[in-house]
């Protein structure tokens, strides 16, 4: 009888201290975003305390609302801090303690879905208290890209697996169990463009539910309804996953070439069937630049519609969403805008932050859930563009993209440095433009004897070269390191290619090294009008988690 009451006191005391776990790990999920462990509040930036004083409606540079899709547009200010605007650029909702590094979803109930500043899956409600969270059993391996939820409320985001250094699809429901995964080294046989030497074979971008479609309603499996469509930049392919197998079912990658942003247009919309990707473009980085929307037909895998500009560029990152109606909304994340078009190319909408680059715009029904039915809307105001000219994307008069930019310290202070002597590049100029150029001598790079080197930045148009800068500089100067700014406002909207030489005399070969050019910048005040304002500090942990981010998946910031 002794041991009986024993053993049942002991039972009694773990089933109680189980329901005492069971009630902490619970209340901390439910718990505001203030008090809650998952969120420390002294971590956070102070990135909120810009919001009073924003007004985002200076950005929209044109506005049609009788061509346009009208909706609140879900953004991403300075690419971390959520927040909804109206046509206008009018902010009518924020969540100012929540920051996240990749995609944000808000849902029909109006809870708000994020990848967040410390790699965790969140849930947040309406006035941003997490509700919900999700942390990998590896704590090395993070979401990356991309997030969505799937029609069974399950959430599904591509892995960064820190063992293997490529990406698995793992699929959470509500309880935080991982219910599915698809380990893309598992079928790297499927992909011709497989690169078994490289560190980030796949870079999955996007994941997308196949939503009903006429290819399944007219008998083929492929495109079954809940079966995932996977966007693989470093695969330059396109792909559907079979949910039920595992299996690759499906496969594009004619002309593609470093694309994001994969969707197919749903059962009943204007397009219904056709994938939409956004081609960056990446690789004719030597030349003159171009990205492009495209709409694929999946079963005669053919482009059966495409969008390109002259004016429209983005190396990396870039989204495309398909609007009620025709038209289309896109990102130019690296291009620094988004903009609506019509099915003929015009642009009904433009926002131009001027502070930073924009990164995955969503536009979402004024009845998209009931919080945002019941905001108050603003009238809607038509923007002209009068005489204002097109915006120039602003990798079109970058002289050298983000992964080509070598970081190093000249003289005392961490320049951008262009890593070759000798380079041309094609460049569209945009209006009111200047030219900063800076150039020199490394002097911990200089040995003895005098070295002296000759720096010239010609730019050629229409069989003239016009010479910018032709300047001597040498070893034994008092001015090793030089900055000149010249006004290219007279080369508004040319072709122009861009010209960097370095003739040397004198010194050691490994002095050559101390010969550097700083990557010229041109900038425009006509398309971007107010000073950057400086950045908000950042925590050292989403500086960390940014830094793993960028460096993991290939990308420079």
Same mark, same amino acid.
């Given at each position: 009888?002794?041991?009986?009451?024993?053993?049942?006191?002991?039972?009694?005391?773990?089933?109680?201290?189980?329901?005492?776990?069971?009630?902490?790990?619970? &209340?901390?999920?439910?718990?505001?975003?203030?008090?809650?462990?998952?969120?420390?509040?002294?971590?956070?930036?102070?990135?909120?305390?810009?919001?009073?004083?924003?007004?985002? &409606?200076?950005?929209?540079?044109?506005?049609?609302?009788?061509?346009?899709?009208?909706?609140?547009?879900?953004?991403?200010?300075?690419?971390?801090?959520?927040?909804?605007?109206?046509?206008?650029?009018?902010?009518?909702?924020?969540?100012?303690? !929540?920051?996240?590094?990749?995609?944000?979803?808000?849902?029909?109930?109006?809870?708000?879905?994020?990848?967040?500043?410390?790699?965790?899956?969140?849930?947040?409600?309406?006035?941003?208290?997490?509700?919900?969270?999700?942390?990998?059993?590896?704590?090395?391996?993070?979401?990356?890209?991309?997030?969505?939820?799937?029609?069974?409320?399950?959430?599904?985001?591509?892995?960064?697996?820190?063992?293997?250094?490529?990406?698995?699809?793992?699929?959470?429901?509500?309880?935080?169990?991982?219910?599915?995964?698809?380990?893309?080294?598992?079928?790297?046989?499927?992909?011709?463009?497989?690169?078994?030497?490289?560190?980030?074979?796949?870079? %999955?971008?996007?994941?997308?539910?196949?939503?009903?479609?006429?290819?399944?309603?007219?008998?083929?499996?492929?495109?079954?309804?809940?079966?995932?469509?996977?966007?693989?930049?470093?695969?330059?392919? %396109?792909?559907?996953?079979?949910?039920?197998?595992?299996?690759?079912?499906?496969?594009?990658?004619?002309?593609?070439?470093?694309?994001?942003?994969?969707?197919?247009?749903?059962?009943?919309?204007?397009?219904?069937?056709?994938?939409?990707?956004?081609?960056?473009?990446?690789?004719?980085?030597?030349?003159?630049?171009?990205?492009?929307?495209?709409?694929?037909?999946?079963?005669?895998?053919?482009?059966?519609?495409?969008?390109?500009?002259?004016?429209?560029?983005?190396?990396?990152?870039?989204?495309?969403?398909?609007?009620?109606?025709?038209?289309?909304?896109?990102?130019?994340?690296?291009?620094?805008?988004?903009?609506?078009?019509?099915?003929?190319?015009?642009?009904?909408?433009?926002?131009?932050?001027?502070?930073?680059?924009?990164?995955?715009?969503?536009?979402?029904?004024?009845?998209?859930?009931?919080?945002?039915?019941?905001?108050?809307?603003?009238?809607?105001?038509?923007?002209?563009?009068?005489?204002?000219?097109?915006?120039?994307?602003?990798?079109?008069?970058?002289?050298?993209?983000?992964?080509?930019?070598?970081?190093?310290?000249?003289?005392?202070?961490?320049?951008?440095?262009?890593?070759?002597?000798?380079?041309?590049?094609?460049?569209?100029?945009?209006?009111?433009?200047?030219?900063? !150029?800076?150039?020199?001598?490394?002097?911990?790079?200089?040995?003895?004897?005098?070295?002296?080197?000759?720096?010239?930045?010609?730019?050629?148009?229409?069989?003239?070269?016009?010479?910018? !800068?032709?300047?001597?500089?040498?070893?034994?100067?008092?001015?090793?390191?030089?900055?000149?700014?010249?006004?290219?406002?007279?080369?508004?909207?040319?072709?122009?290619?861009?010209?960097?030489?370095?003739?040397?005399?004198?010194?050691?070969?490994?002095?050559?090294?101390?010969?550097?050019?700083?990557?010229?910048?041109?900038?425009?005040?006509?398309?971007?009008?107010?000073?950057?304002?400086?950045?908000?500090?950042?925590?050292?942990?989403?500086?960390?988690?940014?830094?793993?981010?960028?460096?993991?998946?290939?990308?420079?910031?």
């Amino acid at each position: 009888m002794m041991v009986l009451r024993a053993v049942t006191v002991v039972i009694v005391v773990v089933l109680v201290a189980a329901g005492l776990v069971y009630l902490t790990v619970r &209340s901390k999920q439910q718990l505001p975003l203030e008090t809650s462990e998952i969120d420390d509040g002294s971590q956070l930036d102070d990135l909120h305390l810009d919001l009073g004083e924003l007004d985002p &409606s200076a950005w929209v540079r044109a506005y049609e609302p009788e061509r346009s899709s009208p909706g609140y547009n879900l953004v991403l200010y300075r690419r971390r801090l959520p927040m909804l605007v109206d046509m206008n650029g009018h902010i009518v909702h924020t969540w100012p303690r !929540v920051r996240a590094v990749g995609r944000v979803r808000l849902d029909r109930h109006g809870r708000l879905a994020v990848i967040g500043r410390d790699n965790l899956i969140k849930e947040y409600d309406w006035e941003g208290n997490l509700t919900w969270f999700f942390q990998l059993a590896d704590t090395g391996d993070f979401p990356h890209h991309d997030l969505i939820k799937l029609q069974n409320g399950n959430f599904l985001t591509p892995v960064r697996e820190k063992r293997t250094l490529t990406d698995t699809l793992v699929e959470v429901d509500r309880s935080g169990e991982v219910v599915w995964e698809w380990r893309s080294l598992d079928h790297r046989k499927a992909f011709p463009t497989w690169d078994r030497k490289s560190e980030d074979p796949t870079h %999955i971008n996007s994941v997308h539910e196949l939503p009903p479609n006429r290819w399944h309603d007219a008998g083929d499996d492929r495109f079954r309804p809940g079966n995932i469509l996977v966007s693989a930049r470093n695969l330059n392919s %396109i792909f559907i996953v079979e949910k039920a197998s595992g299996d690759v079912v499906w496969r594009y990658s004619q002309g593609l070439d470093f694309q994001h942003e994969a969707l197919m247009v749903k059962k009943s919309d204007f397009g219904d069937g056709l994938i939409l990707v956004f081609n960056n473009g990446r690789d004719n980085l030597n030349t003159y630049r171009r990205s492009s929307i495209q709409a694929i037909d999946p079963v005669r895998e053919a482009v059966e519609w495409e969008y390109g500009s002259e004016y429209f560029f983005s190396s990396v990152g870039g989204t495309e969403q398909k609007l009620p109606g025709s038209n289309v909304l896109i990102t130019s994340s690296h291009g620094g805008r988004a903009f609506e078009i019509t099915p003929e190319g015009d642009i009904v909408w433009e926002w131009v932050p001027q502070s930073y680059l924009p990164m995955r715009i969503e536009r979402l029904p004024y009845d998209h859930c009931p919080q945002l039915a019941g905001l108050r809307r603003e009238p809607e105001t038509a923007v002209s563009r009068g005489a204002e000219l097109p915006y120039i994307d602003a990798e079109l008069y970058a002289f050298a993209l983000a992964e080509e930019r070598v970081s190093r310290d000249v003289n005392g202070k961490k320049r951008q440095l262009v890593p070759k002597y000798d380079v041309c590049r094609e460049l569209l100029i945009p209006p009111k433009a200047w030219l900063s !150029v800076e150039y020199g001598l490394d002097e911990e790079r200089l040995y003895w004897g005098e070295l002296s080197a000759r720096f010239r930045l010609v730019l050629k148009s229409n069989g003239s070269s016009l010479t910018m !800068v032709d300047d001597t500089v040498k070893s034994s100067a008092e001015e090793l390191w030089r900055r000149r700014l010249v006004h290219i406002g007279r080369m508004s909207f040319q072709r122009v290619e861009m010209c960097l030489s370095v003739a040397t005399e004198g010194g050691f070969l490994g002095e050559r090294q101390a010969v550097v050019w700083g990557v010229p910048r041109i900038r425009s005040k006509a398309q971007h009008p107010t000073a950057e304002r400086p950045s908000r500090r950042v925590t050292a942990e989403e500086e960390k988690v940014r830094r793993q981010q960028l460096e993991a998946l290939g990308y420079v910031d």
